[in-house]
């Protein structure tokens, strides 16, 4: 029987229907696009499933409470229920930013579900809970936009977001929901495992962007140094968003873990 009710994000599935399942979680501000440079490796031997945050590219913004009590624990609900109508008791996750932590989530709560998890650019806490508040209510006052300035600098090297595929994942960021993104901010307010990580038994890869701003490589070196028989791979030149930035390498890591 599903574990979880209700809604599901919105979602895509590629590689054959009884390979290894797979499930690739975004970052903040992003779609399922942010993984589109990983998909053709990855499907020749998984069953991929990528997914919309809350708000996010194809998924409605109340999939998750927008009242302020949003939390990463209800994004890993979602995920749930998306392996639950695939009929996956057990799978692989791999998540970037805010979409690792859903990870982190899951591989301390529901361990009997991932199989192995990799972790990238993403912490097992993002800063300070304050930030996250605010960003929240700025977004709530000004909407999406109030972020565009800010975040090419965050995500990519200086000049990516020129480019085709750093210009389209500016333009999910813009597209956004409001009241979905300030919700994604108030759940990683509220985001801290750090003291959990010795929990996770799945096989965990740790990712770093050598620039990233964001979650700064010793984010991932903590969960690499925390979770027992964690590997870490740290990604020369990237920055946040390291799938895009740096795809060949990213893909190198994922595809001698999973």
């Not at 970052?27 to 919309?52: I, K, Y």
């Not at 109508?85 to 805010?98: C, E, M, N, P």
């Not at 333009?171 to 409001?178: I, M, N, P, S, W």
């Not at 028989?229 to 190198?252: D, K």
């Amino acid at each position: 029987m599903p574990s979880t009710a209700g809604p599901l994000p919105y979602h895509r599935l590629d590689g054959p229907a009884d390979a290894p399942p797979l499930v690739l979680g975004p970052s903040l501000g992003t779609s399922l696009a942010v993984w589109e440079p990983q998909l053709a490796a990855l499907a020749r031997t998984h069953r991929v499933l990528r997914w919309d945050l809350p708000g996010h590219g194809g998924s409605p913004a109340g999939l998750v409470p927008t009242d302020g009590t949003a939390a990463v624990g209800d994004l890993a609900r979602l995920v749930l229920g998306l392996a639950d109508s695939q009929g996956w008791d057990r799978f692989g996750y791999a998540g970037i930013s805010l979409g690792g932590a859903v990870g982190l989530h899951l591989a301390v709560h529901r361990p009997e579900r991932i199989g192995a998890l990799s972790a990238v650019c993403s912490a097992a806490r993002f800063g300070e809970p304050e930030t996250w508040r605010q960003r929240a209510r700025t977004v709530r006052a000004e909407g999406t936009e109030a972020m565009v300035a800010s975040r090419p600098g965050v995500w990519f090297a200086p000049g990516f977001e020129h480019t085709e595929r750093g210009a389209a994942l500016v333009e999910d960021l813009r597209a956004a929901d409001d009241a979905g993104y300030a919700a994604c901010c108030d759940a990683l307010a509220g985001f801290d495992l750090r003291a959990r990580l010795p929990d996770i038994a799945a096989p965990t890869l740790a990712v770093a962007g050598e620039h990233d701003p964001a979650t700064p490589p010793e984010c991932a070196r903590e969960i690499a140094a925390r979770v027992p028989g964690a590997r870490l791979a740290e990604i020369a030149g990237a920055a946040h968003l390291a799938t895009v930035e740096r795809p060949e390498e990213v893909t190198e890591a994922l595809l001698a873990h999973h």
